[in-house]
């Protein structure tokens, strides 16, 4: 036998197929996906190479330079009282002045609004930092707008820079005028202010009383009493009953009226006078 022929036929199976001497079985892992592997592989060493060279680059070869002693970080102020800004800058080694200032809506009297330069910027200390500061709203005093039409006193009110609010209450004066403003005309409040608008519906209605029957001087006593207006007398004539007393009113009894309502009456005379009314 041949030596040669001895290994062939070891690295051979009884099928035919080539078989590699000594295989061991840890070998057998299955199918092994060799594109999607070394895709990782790349992308890994690659990420790495990048991390890896920024960290050398910006530690090793060109460091960031240390900050110059005579720079200052310039501290955020806006918000602040102007006198706390004030100190709080020069406690960071800045000088700091007030070069602005302007009425604010809502800011306090003294804020500051703004800051040049801006908050965490660097400053030497020869710079200074210039600071907007707030006067406060702007303060007027309330028109006067009583026995003004609704639509008059809106107009001025609104023209001054207040908000009006609206609302009616019964009152002498004729229905659509102002009779009151709060705050009251001439208080000086800061703008934008709302203001309250006081509107009359007009006089309270008061019932009218129940005259027929009476006797005209007492009628007229009680309507005097109410503060009723008395229209001239007239007369209606009445040949037995109801002389000299109330026969017809106008309003009729119990009709909400307007007080100092002008009331007529009609009163029973014997015969018709110059202003008399024939029944």
């Not at 002498?172 to 009151?180: H, I, K, N, S, Y």
């Not at 207006?229 to 009226?257: H, K, M, N, W």
């Amino acid at each position: 036998m041949r030596l040669g022929s001895s290994i062939r036929r070891r690295r051979f199976r009884s099928d035919g197929r080539f078989r590699w001497p000594g295989r061991k079985r840890w070998l057998s892992l299955g199918p092994i996906n060799l594109s999607r592997d070394a895709t990782v592989v790349s992308v890994s060493v690659l990420v790495f190479g990048l991390v890896f060279g920024y960290l050398v680059t910006t530690r090793l070869l060109f460091p960031l330079p240390p900050r110059p002693r005579d720079l200052f970080e310039v501290p955020d102020v806006r918000g602040l009282d102007r006198a706390v800004a004030l100190e709080m800058i020069e406690r960071a080694g800045i000088g700091a002045a007030v070069t602005d200032s302007f009425r604010h809506p809502t800011a306090l009297k003294g804020e500051v609004l703004g800051q040049t330069p801006l908050a965490g910027q660097l400053s030497t200390a020869t710079n200074t930092v210039a600071l907007t500061v707030s006067l406060g709203a702007v303060r007027r005093p309330v028109p006067d707008v009583v026995r003004l039409g609704l639509s008059s006193a809106r107009t001025v009110l609104e023209a001054s820079g207040f908000i009006v609010v609206v609302d009616t209450l019964i009152a002498e004066l004729p229905p659509g005028q102002v009779v009151e403003v709060l705050p009251s005309a001439g208080t000086e409040v800061d703008l934008p202010m709302e203001v309250i608008v006081l509107v009359s519906t007009g006089p309270p209605l008061v019932p009218m009383p129940l005259l027929l029957g009476l006797q005209q001087g007492n009628a007229e006593v009680l309507l005097d009493s109410l503060g009723f207006e008395l229209a001239p007398i007239e007369t209606l004539v009445r040949y037995v009953r109801d002389q000299g007393r109330v026969v017809r009113q106008f309003p009729p009894p119990d009709s909400l009226v307007a007080p100092r309502s002008r009331v007529t009456l009609v009163v029973g005379r014997r015969s018709s006078g110059r202003r008399g009314i024939r029944n």
